[in-house]
């Protein structure tokens, strides 16, 4: 059940550097993060950090891979900025709101007593830190991205809904696909994998 909470305590601090700790930390040590880290009704902090993720990789993306974005009005700069802020400031949040919501539902028949939808978004949303560097044009790196992003969803299920990994997999999967196999192109790195061997 979702709940308003007037003024959340603990949870992540604000600013770029706490950003950045928040990055460094969640990759270095998850489980200790998302233990501390994830606190009800304080989705702030991991919805600016999940669309600062996105603006990253897909800016990185824009530069890197020629054709990455439309471009409209013959404007290429223009429409970079429209394409970057429509995927940080629109979809990237739509995205991890749905994901966690879908999440949530396979969670109600895998854990009885679990964290809420908050708790959700967050973890969905700090588990994307791999994928910084999922832009970068080289597959096998966008692999290793996508891969322990979704080991990171997996324990950051575990930890803040208190369940085994094993269900935290089941729990996680759907939101896994979409995320990192799909909205990051760990598959397409995948196949292109494959396709050079």
Do not use: K
Not at 88 to 105: D, K, N, S, W, Y
């Amino acid at each position: 059940m979702t709940q308003w909470v007037e003024n959340p305590t603990g949870g992540r601090d604000r600013g770029a550097v706490a950003l950045a700790r928040a990055w460094l930390e969640v990759l270095v040590r998850p489980r200790r993060f998302f233990a501390a880290g994830v606190t009800p009704g304080d989705q702030a902090p991991g919805l600016v950090f999940a669309m600062a993720v996105v603006a990253i990789e897909e800016a990185t993306r824009f530069a890197l891979v020629p054709d990455a974005y439309p471009v409209i009005a013959d404007r290429p700069l223009a429409s970079a900025a429209v394409a970057l802020v429509a995927a940080a400031g629109f979809i990237a949040p739509l995205a991890l709101h749905l994901m966690a919501a879908i999440e949530t539902l396979a969670l109600a028949g895998l854990a009885g007593d679990r964290a809420g939808v908050s708790e959700t978004v967050q973890l969905i949303a700090y588990a994307i830190a791999p994928c910084v560097f999922a832009g970068v044009p080289v597959p096998g790196l966008r692999v290793l991205c996508a891969c322990y992003g979704a080991a990171l969803l997996v324990v950051g299920t575990a930890t803040v809904h208190g369940i085994g990994i094993g269900r935290a997999a089941v729990a996680a999967a759907l939101p896994g696909i979409v995320v990192f196999g799909y909205a990051f192109r760990g598959f397409g790195a995948a196949a292109a994998l494959v396709a050079a061997v």
